[in-house]
T-cell receptor, first 113, second 114 residues
């Protein structure tokens, strides 16, 4: 079990460019989460899928951010027209759902210059 | 709203000393919150240390323990004798129901000196 895999581990984009972050959840896990971590705000929930369907995107910024889960083996977080304030570590996590343990990936560090 | 507040770091203790990291929560929109401690060791991903689902119960793992106190809305992390290998960042988290969605505190960096 390789755990939750996130790629790339580091990404540098220029202001205004698009960034796509990839997540491969643990096989068999039906719930997938995205979080963002910054020094100031800490770990913030962004969005949640269950069985590939979007369930809760209450933490997603209203503009420029989108997440998809086209199949059960991967999810993407896309940020359009990146801004310096988008610089953060983006964490993907998965679980079997319900009250079961949530497993986190090591994160993608996004730096917008 | 729902939130978690924990001890600001860094916390520095000497090996074999006792440790307490405070955590309090507010769960205004959650009828039966679950409480968690996560840990991130250097170079590794965030991982679950312990969890407690029922108020009044205690969770324990790797020598750490925490009791879910609904009256004081607290979930303090304690260890009687820390080791250098316990140096890590510790996060208290509130589970918002059966979805698995978590609300985290800002994290507490623990540095254990040999």
């Amino acid at each position: 079990n390789a755990g939750v895999i996130q790629t790339p581990r580091h990404k540098v984009t220029g202001k205004g460019q698009e960034a796509t972050l990839w997540c491969e959840p643990i096989s068999g896990h039906s719930a997938v989460f995205w979080y963002r971590q910054t020094i100031v705000q800490g770990l913030e929930f962004l969005t949640y899928f269950r069985n590939q369907a979007p369930i809760d995107d209450s933490g997603m910024p209203k503009e420029r951010f989108s997440a998809q889960m086209p199949n059960q083996s991967h999810s993407t977080l896309k940020i359009q027209s990146t801004q310096p304030q988008d610089s953060a570590v983006y964490l993907c996590a998965s679980s079997l759902g319900g009250y079961t343990e949530v497993f986190f990936g090591k994160g993608t560090r996004l730096t917008v210059v | 709203g729902d939130s978690v507040t924990q001890t600001e770091g860094p916390v520095t203790v000497s090996e074999s000393e006792s440790l307490i990291i405070n955590c309090t929560y507010s769960a205004t929109s959650i009828a039966y919150p679950n409480l968690f401690w996560y840990v991130r060791y250097p170079g590794e991903g965030l991982q679950l240390l312990l969890k407690v689902i029922t108020a009044g119960q205690k969770g324990s793992s790797r020598g750490f323990e925490a009791t879910y106190n609904k009256e004081t809305t607290s979930f303090h992390l304690q260890k009687a004798s820390v080791q250098e290998s316990d140096s890590a960042v510790y996060y208290c988290a509130l589970g918002t129901g059966n979805t698995g969605k978590l609300i985290f505190g800002l994290g507490t960096t623990l540095q254990v000196q040999p």
